[in-house]
């Protein structure tokens, strides 16, 4: 069985940064390392949205209009991969429950990603 656990979520006070960490763990982790992976996010009474993608070899990275400049993507294809996401100049509507996923392609709908995490909660306070 396959897991993908988000890491590194927490309160942090606005205009500060996180890096949320994603593992894929389990016997076809390494499998992973093929696969385009993405964050997405959840605020409270708000739809899934997207918010970065990495292709499964880093060339390719796609941000949402909201996070470009602010927020970074990345990836480590090593034995156990694992993806990363650098969060800099935090605004009280980043909190959310992030989610990491990974599916075929570095597409903008959730729809598109087959393996997802159980989410880490970023609160961005005043």
């Known amino acids: 069985q396959v897991q993908l656990v988000e890491s590194g979520g927490g309160l942090v006070q606005g205009g500060g940064s996180l890096r949320l960490s994603c593992a894929a763990s389990?016997?076809?982790?390494?499998?992973?390392?093929?696969?385009?992976m993405a964050w997405f996010r959840q605020a409270p009474g708000k739809e899934r949205e997207f918010v970065a993608a990495?292709?499964?070899?880093?060339?390719?990275?796609?941000y949402a209009d909201s996070v470009k400049g602010r927020f970074t993507i990345s990836r480590d294809n090593g034995q156990n991969t694992a993806l990363y996401l650098q969060m800099n100049s935090l605004k009280l509507e980043d909190t959310a429950v992030y989610y990491c996923?990974?599916?075929?392609?570095?597409?903008?709908?959730?729809?598109?990603?087959?393996?997802w995490g159980q989410g880490t909660q970023v609160t961005v306070s005043s």
């Open positions: 389990g016997p076809a982790g390494p499998a992973f390392g093929y696969l385009a």
């Open positions: 996923a990974a599916g075929s392609g570095t597409s903008r709908s959730d729809r598109e990603y087959a393996y």
């Open positions: 990495i292709a499964w070899n880093s060339i390719i990275t796609s």
